[in-house]
């Protein structure tokens, strides 16, 4: 039987939620195929349950699909169920949250547009009043104009901001998750290092 230290294998825990938005790499998805392939050899799956699953596992794209595939073939452990020494901080990444946040960089995108027209516009026209008003040309137009693109702008590729930013959030979650990842690396390292350190003599 598979043991439980199986998930030590992946670069990152497939089963932390942190992680699970992650790109899974073809060694993690060899991770699970072996699996597989032991339990096959072992008869706990048969020839159709393996060709399934296999199939699956290598069109995964992330990590958190990868579990599920083994749920029944390892062992659950007492770590999986608690958060170990070192375990990421980072809050989990979920299509909920990507798209609220992506629509809140917008509409933060679109006051400030709307906070410049109306700033220029106000600024303009008082300048006019007080210097070139009531026979001067109403050039506060122009500027009034030019700002309000910005603010056309953002109305028109709504969609297209709002995708642009899903990515860029995306992005820097994945940035954190490999930073975390990285430091959590060099502490077990450094813990292994002491463990493997032989008893100082009397």
């Given at each position: 039987?598979?043991?439980?230290?199986?998930?030590?294998?992946?670069?990152?825990?497939?089963?932390?939620?942190?992680?699970?938005?992650?790109?899974?790499?073809?060694?993690?998805?060899?991770?699970?195929?072996?699996?597989?392939?032991?339990?096959?050899?072992?008869?706990?799956?048969?020839?159709?349950?393996f060709d399934e699953r296999t199939s699956a596992v290598q069109a995964a794209r992330t990590l958190g699909e990868l579990p599920a595939f083994l749920t029944?073939?390892?062992?659950?452990?007492?770590?999986?169920?608690?958060?170990?020494?070192?375990?990421?901080?980072?809050?989990?990444?979920?299509?909920?949250?990507?798209?609220?946040?992506?629509?809140?960089?917008?509409?933060k995108s679109r006051r400030e547009a709307f906070t410049m027209w109306v700033f220029v516009s106000l600024v303009c026209w008082v300048i006019f009043f007080?210097?070139?008003?009531?026979?001067?040309?109403?050039?506060?137009?122009?500027?009034?104009?030019?700002?309000?693109?910005?603010?056309?702008?953002?109305?028109?590729?709504?969609?297209?901001?709002?995708?642009?930013?899903?990515?860029?959030?995306?992005?820097?979650?994945?940035?954190?998750?490999?930073?975390?990842?990285?430091?959590?690396?060099?502490?077990?390292?450094?813990?292994?290092?002491?463990?493997?350190?032989?008893?100082?003599?009397?």
């Open positions: 039987m598979t043991s439980p230290e199986i998930w030590r294998e992946f670069a990152q825990d497939p089963r932390s939620p942190a992680y699970a938005p992650m790109r899974a790499a073809d060694a993690d998805r060899d991770v699970v195929l072996r699996v597989l392939g032991e339990a096959y050899a072992e008869g706990r799956i048969d020839a159709g349950e029944d073939l390892v062992p659950p452990s007492r770590a999986a169920a608690q958060t170990p020494i070192g375990y990421s901080s980072i809050p989990p990444l979920t299509q909920e949250r990507v798209e609220a946040e992506a629509v809140a960089r917008w509409e007080a210097t070139t008003f009531p026979n001067g040309h109403p050039w506060p137009v122009y500027p009034m104009l030019g700002t309000s693109l910005p603010l056309l702008g953002t109305a028109i590729r709504r969609k297209d901001m709002i995708e642009s930013n899903r990515r860029r959030i995306i992005a820097k979650h994945e940035k954190a998750v490999a930073r975390e990842a990285k430091r959590r690396a060099i502490e077990q390292q450094k813990r292994r290092q002491v463990e493997r350190r032989p008893p100082e003599q009397a």
